[in-house]
């Protein structure tokens, strides 16, 4: 199928995303309603919803999502209608959080009833980046353009900053990080975030490389005292970010950590960077840098996609 003939339709942000830098964002005819970058795909018609209250705290939303979950209802619908009416020849979903995005069995049963369509269902997942990497290549493969170059561009420059980040210490005195994906209750950024944290100069602290993210104990970050918190929580722009962060800064409970003391918190946009494993990653490490390395890195996201508490 050449590429005027493509219709793709992308349930995932970092897929969308992906296929606006591949040169494929004409072919784009439908979007989740998660899906916000580049700009110009807000015009798409939306083929998702979420089945629960997304404006609430993030204690309020994992409440949410507990009870949903726990009786074995998908947090998000699609619109079966849209999608019939939108004929894609291709729709991108994931695999791998069932509380992020919709899932390939969300999709699977959305086009079950799609009898006079030929769907390609193309589901990514990612741990690290080099499956990151592996799944812009992949998703280039599927609608037949090259993504090696795209993926050299970024590679090369996460070389460069790891090149430049690498020069200004050594592992032994690399600040000590703890990245936080979710405020309430505290969860720890996993899968490839302890490697950007890595690749900027520092070391991750209880997150393993690879592995999901997952929820601890503010007595385990008290033991572990990082040097630097970062709030990126999943879905939240830096505002949001900033807000409810703030609040358990000043707790009592809080205040007694060394990055608290030091004033070495800081609020990342984690719906734009950090949670997304496409294209943008590069971005997420740049912020990173400029945190870590205050002063030798500028890529003028301060402000924009981070702010210190």
Not at 164 to 185: C, K, N, Q, T, Y
Request: with cysteine; hydrophobic share 45%; aromatic share 4%.
């Amino acid at each position: 199928m050449d590429n005027d003939g493509m219709r793709i339709v992308s349930l995932l942000p970092s897929g969308t995303e992906t296929v606006a830098a591949l040169g494929l964002a004409d072919n784009l005819v439908g979007r989740s309603h998660e899906c916000d970058y580049p700009p110009d795909v807000s015009v798409l018609p939306v083929c998702t919803s979420s089945r629960i209250d997304t404006t609430g705290t993030s204690r309020d939303i994992d409440t949410a999502v507990r009870e949903t979950m726990a009786n074995a209802i998908s947090l998000f619908e699609v619109d079966t209608t849209q999608l019939a009416a939108l004929r894609p020849t291709h729709i991108i979903t994931q695999d791998q959080c069932a509380a992020c995005a919709v899932s390939l069995k969300d999709v699977e049963a959305a086009i079950s009833g799609m009898t006079d369509t030929d769907v390609q269902i193309i589901s990514l997942e990612a741990a690290r980046l080099g499956d990151v990497w592996a799944g812009i290549r992949r998703l280039g493969r599927e609608l037949g353009v090259d993504a090696e170059d795209l993926s050299r561009i970024i590679t090369r420059r996460i070389a460069k900053i790891a090149m430049r980040s690498g020069a200004l210490g050594h592992d032994d005195d690399a600040p000590r990080v703890a990245m936080i994906e979710w405020i309430e209750p505290v969860m720890v950024a996993g899968n490839w975030v302890p490697e950007l944290v890595s690749i900027a100069g520092g070391e991750s602290v209880l997150a393993e490389l690879g592995e999901p993210s997952h929820e601890i104990a503010l007595e385990a970050l008290s033991e572990a005292d990082p040097d630097i918190i970062i709030f990126a929580p999943c879905g939240f722009a830096l505002p949001r970010a900033a807000g409810e962060a703030r609040k358990v800064v000043d707790s009592e409970q809080w205040k007694s950590l060394r990055a608290v003391r030091t004033g070495r918190c800081f609020a990342a946009d984690g719906n734009a960077h950090f949670n997304r494993p496409g294209p943008r990653l590069i971005e997420s490490v740049e912020i990173l840098t400029e945190i870590l390395h205050p002063g030798d890195f500028d890529f003028g996201h301060q402000g924009i996609a981070w702010r210190q508490l």
